[in-house]
């Protein structure tokens, strides 16, 4: 499903900002970007995702800034570099340099190359981030009533055409008894002949629907009772969404006439089956 949250946390000395970004997806994929030196904290990051989440594309964003402002290099580092490149240049290669030049290549000694990860900051991080997956679960929950209502809908309209089909079938059959009684006739044949029996015997067994009918029936109840459920119910919404498209395949092909029945189902169907996919 999709979703997104967004949590923030303060520690002792760093801030930090977790953004996640939930698409629709069959399995789980947990992509991180992070600054590089917070490469140690990524492993538990998905840890905590996969704790909450367990279908779906899963983007986590996290910036962090320090609550004070940290020099960009070590002062005291910059003092010696400075003092050991004077004593350099003038009493061991006599050169002369500007107070510029000694101080630019002081800085670059004193540089600080990354920040570091501590305890401190894994715990704000962290701390963002679980704020940022409860936003997000929310988030997600709500489509998710939004994709069961859509859902429930669908179902609904799928039993009042049902309804149809039972009422359809009936004439059909009727009417397919008629036009054999009427060639017995032009054959001299009696309505009670063997023949005639057999030969409408065998096109209403051919042609009989009942049990899929009757399968339609259970998976549409076998639905709502999944949807009703808490937890992970994407794959078996899946699984049910499947199986009704089959037995309504079956359907029409036993009774051709009932094709315009037979393609609104498998319209709502197809449309199950993708709102199904982007269910936990």
Same mark, same amino acid.
């Given at each position: 499903?999709?979703?997104?949250?967004?949590?923030e946390? $303060?520690?002792?000395?760093?801030?930090?900002? @977790?953004?996640?970004?939930?698409?629709?997806?069959?399995?789980?994929?947990?992509?991180?970007?992070?600054? @590089?030196?917070?490469?140690?904290? /990524?492993?538990? &990051?998905?840890?905590?995702?996969?704790?909450? #989440?367990?279908?779906?594309?899963? *983007?986590?964003?996290v910036?962090?800034?320090p609550?004070? #402002?940290?020099?960009?290099v !070590?002062?005291?580092?910059l003092?010696?570099?400075?003092?050991?490149?004077? !004593?350099?240049? *003038?009493?061991?290669?006599?050169?002369n340099?500007?107070?510029?030049? =000694?101080?630019?290549?002081?800085?670059?000694?004193?540089?600080r190359?990354?920040? /570091?990860?501590?305890?401190?900051?894994?715990?704000?991080?962290?701390?963002?981030?679980? %704020?940022?997956?409860?936003?997000?679960?929310?988030s997600?929950?709500?489509?998710?009533?939004?994709?069961?209502?859509?859902?429930?809908?669908?179902?609904?309209?799928?039993?009042n055409?049902?309804? /149809? &089909?039972?009422?359809?079938?009936? &004439?059909?059959?009727?009417?397919?008894? /008629?036009?054999?009684?009427?060639?017995?006739?032009?054959?001299?044949?009696?309505?009670?002949?063997?023949? #005639?029996?057999?030969?409408?015997?065998?096109?209403?067994?051919?042609?009989? =629907?009942?049990?899929?009918?009757?399968?339609?029936?259970?998976?549409?109840?076998?639905?709502?009772?999944?949807?009703?459920?808490?937890?992970?119910?994407?794959?078996?919404?899946?699984?049910?969404? *499947?199986?009704?498209?089959?037995? =309504? @395949?079956?359907?029409?092909?036993?009774?051709? !006439?009932?094709?315009?029945?037979?393609?609104?189902i498998?319209? $709502?169907?197809?449309?199950? %089956? *993708?709102?199904?996919?982007?269910?936990?």
């Open positions: 499903m999709t979703g997104f949250g967004r949590g946390a $303060e520690g002792e000395r760093w801030r930090a900002t @977790t953004v996640i970004r939930s698409l629709n997806g069959k399995g789980l994929d947990v992509s991180v970007r992070i600054p @590089t030196f917070l490469m140690a904290v /990524e492993p538990k &990051i998905k840890d905590k995702v996969k704790g909450k #989440v367990r279908r779906g594309s899963i *983007q986590v964003f910036e962090v800034e609550k004070d #402002v940290i020099p960009p !070590d002062v005291e580092r003092i010696r570099g400075a003092e050991i490149v004077r !004593d350099l240049a *003038q009493n061991k290669l006599g050169l340099l500007t107070g510029d030049k =000694i101080f630019e290549f002081a800085w670059k000694y004193a540089e190359t990354t920040m /570091e990860l501590d305890e401190d900051l894994e715990a704000t991080v962290l701390g963002s981030l679980s %704020k940022a997956l409860e936003d997000l679960v929310s997600r929950r709500r489509e998710g009533e939004l994709l069961k209502k859509d859902i429930e809908e669908r179902i609904s309209r799928i039993e055409i049902l309804k /149809e &089909i039972e009422a359809r079938k009936e &004439i059909i059959e009727t009417s397919v008894k /008629e036009k054999i009684v009427e060639r017995s006739k032009e054959m001299k044949l009696p309505e009670d002949h063997p023949t #005639v029996l057999n030969e409408i015997m065998f096109l209403l067994e051919r042609m009989d =629907i009942n049990e899929e009918i009757t399968r339609l029936k259970i998976h549409l109840r076998r639905f709502r009772e999944v949807m009703s459920k808490e937890g992970e119910v994407g794959k078996n919404l899946e699984f049910l969404a *499947q199986e009704m498209h089959r037995e =309504i @395949t079956t359907l029409g092909n036993k009774m051709p !006439d009932l094709s315009e029945f037979v393609v609104a498998k319209v $709502e169907v197809d449309k199950i %089956k *993708q709102q199904a996919a982007n269910v936990e």
